[in-house]
Each structure stands twice: as C-alpha cells, then as structure tokens.
C-alpha cells in the first residue's frame, strides 16, 4: 500500500526559502508520476508541480514556475519541493499526491495517493 508523508512546512519571511519532503513508501514508483498540490482556507486545491518518477520530466504552474522546484532521491525514496522567493500568497498547506500512470495530470482527482499535507505560511 502506497503511503505518503509530507515534512518541512513552517513559518518562512517572504523572500524566504523553504524546502518540503515527500517520503513515499509502499512499492517502487518507477510507473509513479508524483505531484505536489496546495490548498489555502476557503481555496480549491491549487495544483504546483508534477514530476515523473522515472525520468524526472517535470511541470509547473505558472504561479510558481522560475521559484519552485522538484526534485526526487532514489535512494531515499523522497520527493522534495524547494521552494523560493517566497510569497505571502503562496501560503497553504502543501500536499504530496501519487498517480499510478506515466501519463502525468495537473489535476487532483487523478491522483490516487495522499499525504496528510504540510503547512506553509509565508509572511509579510
């Protein structure tokens, strides 16, 4: 069974840098694409990034494109979320999702898998 645990959310200076860690456990996810949603009080669920497993092909939200990036360690069998130039806006609580399929979506339905999510806040 395929289980997510999200990490590294805190109280960041806008400007500021953060760095967020998915540690996945279950299986291999080298069929895996693996995302990373956000979700601010009253907001639907926002998606921000989508990685491959098996290539690390990638994709971002123009929201965060030039300040986030996704990274991954085998090894570890982690997924992190470097976060910079923080925004105020940018708060949330940040979510890992998995979907079974080499064929990523951008969209939160799709994915199977969640962590429990991971709170940001970012302030001015």
């Known amino acids: 069974q395929v289980q997510l645990v999200e990490s590294g959310g805190g109280l960041v200076q806008a400007g500021g840098s953060l760095r967020l860690s998915c540690a996945a456990s279950g299986r291999t996810f080298s069929s895996y694409t693996i995302a990373w949603f956000r979700q601010a009080p009253g907001k639907e669920r926002e998606f921000v990034t989508y990685s491959r497993w098996r290539d690390g092909r990638s994709y971002y939200a123009d929201s965060v494109k030039g300040r986030f990036t996704i990274s991954r360690d085998n090894a570890k069998n ?47």
């Not at 982690?78 to 079974?100: F, G, H, I, R």
Request: proline share 4%; aromatic share 18%; hydrophobic share 35%.
């Open 78 to 124: 982690t997924v992190y979320l470097q976060m910079n130039s923080l925004k105020p806006e940018d708060t949330a609580v940040y979510y890992c999702a998995a979907l079974a399929s080499l064929t990523p979506s951008i969209y939160a339905y799709e994915y199977g898998y969640w962590g429990q999510g991971t709170l940001v806040t970012v302030s001015s």
